[in-house]
């Protein structure tokens, strides 16, 4: 019994060493620093912009799918993104994040299911955005803890991949694309 708990304890062991230190949470913003196109907040989340994206439950399996029609609108270091959500499920979701630049590489946000104030981090051609998100009463109304990843690209397109854990443990996922609308609705 004795040998079974610690075989037991040095996989889980394994597990975290792995999540920590070879996973989408081992990255940083410093390891993107000399990345380029260099991510400018208040232009690349500026005007009107589509973006598509898949779910993930904790599975893996997807669960989900959505468009999105998204409107940035800056007046110098504060802005706003105004988000449409139309998922595969036929549910809609709106959402208003209230963005301010605090320095040449920091900037803080917020929105009404976002639990306090959500940290970002501009590096080269990234932004790192951590958070903790409330989700709607039919998809549970759990708080989870978010961290989002944006990475642009060369042709002004934004890949985006956002982690969500409970308790440290991964529930769910999520990947999209955001580019610039050129049908320019707003």
Request: proline letters at 4%.
């Amino acid at each position: 019994m004795k040998t079974l708990m610690i075989i037991l304890l040095l996989i889980l062991t394994l597990i975290a060493v792995r999540s920590m230190f070879f996973s989408f949470r081992a990255q940083s913003p410093a390891d993107y620093v000399n990345t380029g196109p260099d991510f400018i907040l208040n232009e690349h989340l500026s005007g009107p912009i589509l973006s598509e994206g898949l779910i993930y439950g904790p599975n893996g399996k997807v669960t989900n799918s959505f468009v999105a029609e998204m409107f940035g609108e800056w007046v110098g270091s504060t802005g706003t993104l105004t988000e449409n959500f139309t998922y595969s499920n036929g549910s809609t979701q709106q959402r208003k994040w209230f963005l301010t630049i605090v320095s040449d590489n920091t900037f803080t946000a917020t929105a009404d299911d976002i639990v306090g104030t959500a940290q970002g981090t501009i590096s080269g051609s990234t932004v790192k955005i951590s958070y903790k998100i409330t989700l709607p009463a039919e998809a549970g109304g759990h708080t989870l803890n978010a961290t989002d990843w944006m990475y642009l690209t060369e042709n002004g397109v934004i890949m985006n991949k956002s982690e969500m854990t409970k308790f440290g443990i991964k529930v769910a996922e999520l990947i999209a694309t955001m580019r610039p609308d050129v049908t320019g609705k707003p």
